[in-house]
C-alpha cells in the first residue's frame, strides 16, 4: 500500500502554515519516520521540509513524491513532533517557527553514518583476512590508515567495495557502524590522543618483562590499559609520573600510536574541582525527601519550591538530579539567561563533571552545536541552560528544574511567543517526569496553583546555617530633599559606603537604569528629546556625549540647541548607572568601582571577567543593573544600596508591583551570605508601597496577599486569563483600521459563545503603552475571562483569520503589556 507524508515546508510564511502531502517512494519507506527531513518538489522550487506524519491516505488526488531524505537518523524525535504540533497551536504560532525553535540555531546540520575500527582488533587481525576476505582486509587497512575511522560512503570509495563487506566486518565485531550529526559551517576541534597499538594481553606481557628495564615505560603502558577513555600524550606523561620522551619511545617501539581524535569544545574548559554532596538540613532533607519519592514512582509532579535567598535550593537541585542519575535518567536545569554565569555552571560541572552540557546565547555556534551533539547523542545526561534548554532532546527525562521560575526570561517575547515552563510541563507528563519550580519570590500565580494544590508546596525557611536574612532600611528620598540634600546619594547610604571602604569589605549597587541621564529636557519649551523611530525617550550617555534609544538603538550626538524651539537650555533629567559611577568617584576617591550593565558587558566574556575580578577582592564596589540582581554567591559582599526602588514600580503594567518586590528581594539577598553580616539600603520615593515594604521585611506572603487582592479587584490573572492580540505597521491608519477589524472578529467569535459569551470580555483595541517601537505603530486588543472560553474564542479567530495589511499577532498569557 501506498504511504504519504505530511511534510511542512521550510518557508516562514501564513499562507503555507500546514502539512503538504508527498508520496513516499517505495524505496524510502522502510526509513522514512516522522521527524525526519526531507527535500521535496514545491512548486518550481525544492525544498527542506520536515515530516510531521505518515498515512495511508492523501486528500489530494495529485501528490509528488519525496526527492531525498536528509539524514539518517531523524533529526527530530517524536516526542519532539508531537510537542511542535501541541505548541504551535497553544501559541498560535506558525509551525515552521516552533521548528526552527527545537533545533539548534544558526547552523546547517546533518547526520552521517561512518565506520569505526573497534580498537583490540588491530594489525592481528588484517593479517588473517588478508587471505580469506582480501575485501575486508582492505577495508580495515583504510580504516586503519584514516586514523581508526572514516565515512561510510568514503570507504565504499576507497576500498571499492559494497556495503556487505562492512557489514560482514561488523557482524563479526571488527568494525561499529555509528551516527553522529555534523555541520559543514562548523569546524571540528581534533587532538592528538593515544592508545595501545597491541592488544591488551601483549600489553601485559610486556609490563611483566620490562618492568625491571624500563620501570617509567611500563608504568605508562599500565595506566593506558585501566584508561577508560583516551587521552593526549602529555596528560599520559603526567598520570604516569613521567615526561613526553618516554611517551615517544613507546611509540617508536610501535606499543603506543597516537591518532586524532574529535574532542567537543567545552566552553567552561577550567575543569572545575569536583564537589560531593553537602549533608542536607531537616528543610533540605525534607524536600528531597519529597522529590525523591515523586522520582522513584515516576510521578509527574510539579513542585513549587519557595526558599529565601540563600536556602540551600542549588543544593536540592544538585541532589536530586543525582537521584535522577541513579535511575538511569536526565535532567534538565533552566536558569535565567542573566544568572547562567560562571558561578552557576561551575556547581553543576563539579558534582557531575563533563556529564554536563551548557546551553546559553553567548555560545559560539560551534560550542553550541556540539553541546547540542552530546544532548542527543546521550553523551550528556544534564543539560543547564537558558530558556530554549528546555528543548534540549532528551529521550530519558526524569526531572526539569525552573530556577527562579517567576523571571520574566522564560517567556519568549517574540514568535513563537511560548512559555518554557508550559513547555516543562508538557514534556514532564509525556515522560512521566518531575518538575521542580524554585525560587525566593514565586510568581503570584505560581503560588495560587500551589494553594488550589495543583502544584506541591516545599518550603526552605532559613538560610543555610541560619545566618539571618539582612536587615533591611528603607531610606525615605523626599525627607532627603527636604533637608536639602538634592543628591543621588542619602546620607545613610553615603555613610555606610564609607564605612565598608574602611573596614575594606565589599558592596553591591543597584540601579535598574543604564546611561547617564535617562531623559533630556528644554527647559524653555518642554520639549523632550524621543526617538525618531519609536515614542521612546532617548537616554543620555556621558562617554561620547550621545543620546540613544533603548528599544532600537538608534542614537545620534546630543544636539546642542533645543529641535523644537533653538534655546540653549537643554537639560539632563533622570539617572542611570553611568551616572551613579560618576557620583561614586567623586565622593569616594579611590574607591575601586566596577560597572556592570548592558554598556559594558557587550563583548563576549567580559560579564565573567567583570564577575571574576569582583570576586577575586580586586574591587570594592559592584555598581549595575538588574544583572546584578540575581544568583551570585559572593559571602564578603556586607552592604547592598538600591539607588531608587521605585524605577520598576513605575512602569505602566499590571506586574509593576511584582516585579520591583522581586528584584528588592532579590538584589537584598545577595548581602550577609558570608560570615561578616549585612545590611540593605533601599532609597525610594514611595516607601509606603507593599511591594516595597514586603520586600524589607522579607515577607513574601505579606506581599502575596496583598498582589492577590489588587489582581481580583482588576481581574488579572490568576483570577482571569489574559491575552492580548498585537497590531502593528508601519502606517498608522492601516493599524488602526485593522485593529478596529480585528476586534469585530473576535467579537463574533465571543458571540457565538453562545451561553457562555459572558465568560469572556475583550478591552480596546486602544494603543499599546509603547506606541511606536522601530517605526512601527502599535495598537493593542485584551482578551479576559475564563482560560477555555478565551481560548476558544482565539482558536476561532485565528483560524477565521482575514488577511490584513498589518500584522496581527496573538499572545495568549503575555508576562508584561507594554
Ligand atoms: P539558594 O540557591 O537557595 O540561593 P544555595 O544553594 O546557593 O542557596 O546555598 C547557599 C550556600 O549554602 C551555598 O554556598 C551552598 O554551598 C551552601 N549550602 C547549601 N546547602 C548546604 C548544606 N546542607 N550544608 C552546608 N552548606 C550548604
Ligand atoms: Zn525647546
Ligand atoms: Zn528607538
Not at 590 to 610: E, P, Q
Request: glycine share 6%; charged share 25%.
Amino acid at each position: 500500500m501506498e504511504k504519504y507524508a505530511e511534510v511542512i515546508v521550510d518557508i516562514p510564511s501564513q499562507a503555507v502554515d500546514r502539512p503538504f502531502h508527498y508520496l513516499v517512494p517505495p524505496a524510502l519507506e522502510p526509513n522514512l519516520q516522522p521527524g525526519h527531513r526531507v527535500i521535496v518538489p514545491f512548486g518550481a522550487r525544492k525544498l527542506v521540509g520536515y515530516v510531521m506524519g505518515i498515512v495511508d491516505k492523501s486528500p489530494v488526488d495529485e501528490v509528488k513524491p519525496i526527492l531525498k531524505i536528509l539524514d539518517e537518523e531523524p533529526l527530530l524525535t517524536r516526542e519532539m513532533v508531537d510537542l511542535a504540533l501541541w505548541l504551535a497551536q497553544h501559541t498560535y504560532s506558525r509551525l515552521v517557527d516552533v521548528l526552527r525553535c527545537l533545533l539548534p540555531p544558526g547552523i546547517h546540520i546533518k547526520s552521517e553514518k561512518y565506520v569505526e575500527i573497534a580498537p583490540e582488533y588491530g594489525t592481528r587481525c588484517i593479517n588473517e583476512l588478508k587471505e580469506r576476505a582480501p575485501k575486508q582486509e582492505a577495508v580495515l587497512r583504510y580504516l586503519k590508515e584514516a586514523g581508526g575511522e572514516a565515512l561510510w560512503d568514503d570507504i565504499l570509495d576507497a576500498a571499492e567495495c559494497g556495503a556487505a563487506v562492512i557489514n560482514a566486518l561488523a557482524e563479526k565485531g571488527y568494525v561499529t557502524i555509528k551516527y553522529r550529526w555534523t555541520s559543514p559551517a562548523v569546524k571540528k576541534k581534533r587532538v592528538q590522543v593515544c592508545r595501545l597499538n597491541v592488544s591488551t594481553g601483549d600489553a601485559a606481557a610486556w609490563v611483566e618483562a620490562n618492568r625491571r628495564k624500563a620501570p617509567k615505560q611500563a608504568e605508562v603502558i599500565s595506566c593506558l590499559m585501566v584508561m577508560e577513555k583516551p587521552c593526549t600524550a602529555s596528560n599520559l606523561a603526567a598520570k604516569a609520573g613521567t615526561t613526553l620522551g618516554t611517551v615517544r619511545a613507546l611509540e617508536e617501539k610501535g606499543l603506543i600510536k597516537r591518532y586524532w581524535q574529535e574532542v567537543y569544545r567545552d566552553p567552561y574548559g577550567e575543569g572545575a574541582a569536583a564537589s560531593k554532596p553537602l549533608t542536607p538540613n531537616p528543610a533540605q532533607r525534607n524536600a528531597l525527601e519529597e522529590i525523591k519519592e515523586a522520582l522513584d514512582r515516576e510521578s509527574p509532579d510539579v513542585f513549587l519550591l519557595r526558599g529565601v535567598t540563600g536556602s540551600g535550593k542549588t543544593e536540592v537541585y544538585l541532589q536530586a538530579i543525582g537521584r535522577v542519575l541513579e535511575l538511569g535518567k536526565q535532567a534538565i536545569v533552566l536558569v535565567p539567561e542573566i544568572s547562567l554565569t560562571p558561578q552557576t555552571v561551575r556547581r553543576f560541572k563539579a558534582r557531575f563533571g563533563d556529564r554536563v552540557a551548557v546551553l546559553h546565547s553567548a555560545l559560539s555556534a560551534g560550542e553550541r552545536f556540539d553541546e547540542w551533539r552530546r544532548i542527543r547523542s546521550g553523551d550528556a545526561d544534564i543539560v543547564v541552560g537558558a530558556r530554549s534548554a528546555v528543548f534540549a532532546p532528551f529521550t530519558r527525562l526524569g526531572l526539569i528544574v525552573i530556577d527562579e521560575e517567576h523571571e520574566q526570561s522564560y517567556k519568549q517575547e517574540e514568535m513563537p511567543r511560548y512559555h518554557a515552563k508550559d513547555v516543562a510541563l508538557w514534556r514532564a507528563s509525556r515522560h512521566r517526569a518531575v518538575v521542580v519550580l524554585g525560587s525566593a519570590t514565586p510568581a503570584v500565580e505560581s503560588t495560587s496553583l500551589a494553594e488550589t494544590g495543583a502544584y506541591r508546596q516545599l518550603l526552605l525557611p532559613e538560610r543555610i546555617e541560619t545566618r539571618p536574612l539582612p536587615p533591611v532600611e528603607i531610606v525615605d528620598m523626599r525627607v532627603e530633599l527636604k533637608r536639602g540634600n538634592r543628591t543621588i546619594l542619602s546620607g545613610r547610604l553615603r555613610e555606610a559606603i564609607g564605612q565598608r571602604l574602611q573596614k575594606r569589605e565589599q558592596m553591591i549597587i543597584l540601579l535598574n537604569r543604564r546611561g547617564y541621564a535617562t531623559c533630556v529636557l528644554c527647559r524653555e519649551c518642554g520639549h523632550v528629546l524621543q526617538c525618531k523611530n519609536c515614542r521612546v525617550t532617548l537616554t543620555y550617555h556621558e562617554p561620547d556625549k550621545s543620546v540613544r534609544c533603548h528599544y532600537c538603538g538608534w542614537q545620534m550626538p546630543l544636539p546642542r540647541l533645543c529641535p523644537e524651539c533653538r534655546s540653549q537650555l537643554l537639560r539632563r533629567f533622570g539617572v542611570g548607572t553611568q551616572r551613579v559611577e560618576e557620583v561614586l568617584v567623586r565622593e569616594f576617591p579611590g574607591a575601586r568601582i566596577l560597572r556592570m550593565d548592558m554598556d559594558t558587558t557587550r563583548r563576549k566574556g567580559s560579564h565573567r571577567a567583570i564577575l571574576t575580578t569582583f570576586e577575586q577582592g580586586k574591587a570594592d564596589i559592584l555598581l549595575g543593573t538588574q544583572m546584578i540582581a540575581k544568583g551570585l554567591d559572593f559571602p564578603s559582599v556586607t552592604l547592598v544600596g538600591v539607588i531608587t526602588a521605585d524605577t520598576a514600580l513605575n512602569i505602566p503594567d499590571f506586574r509593576a508591583g511584582e516585579r520591583t518586590f522581586q528584584l528588592l528581594t532579590q538584589v537584598a539577598g545577595r548581602a550577609g551570605r558570608g560570615d561578616k553580616g549585612g545590611e540593605v539600603i533601599i532609597q525610594t520615593y514611595t516607601p509606603e508601597h507593599y511591594s516595597i515594604q514586603a520586600a524589607a521585611s522579607h515577607h513574601y506572603t505579606a506581599f502575596y496577599r496583598e498582589e492577590l487582592a489588587f489582581r481580583r479587584e482588576m481581574g488579572y490573572p490568576p483570577y482571569k486569563f489574559l491575552a492580548r492580540i498585537l497590531i502593528s505597521g508601519p502606517v498608522e491608519r492601516e493599524v488602526i483600521d485593522t485593529a478596529q477589524r480585528a476586534a469585530e472578529a473576535l467579537q463574533l467569535q465571543i458571540d457565538a459563545l453562545g451561553p457562555r459569551t459572558e465568560d469572556v470580555g475583550i478591552f480596546g483595541p486602544s494603543p499599546a503603552p509603547l506606541s511606536l517601537v522601530r517605526n512601527r505603530y502599535r495598537w493593542h486588543i485584551i482578551v479576559k475571562g475564563e482560560e477555555g472560553a478565551v481560548r476558544r474564542c482565539l482558536d476561532g479567530f485565528t483560524a477565521n483569520q482575514d488577511t490584513y495589511p498589518c500584522s496581527v499577532s496573538v499572545d495568549a498569557a503575555p508576562c508584561a503589556l507594554l
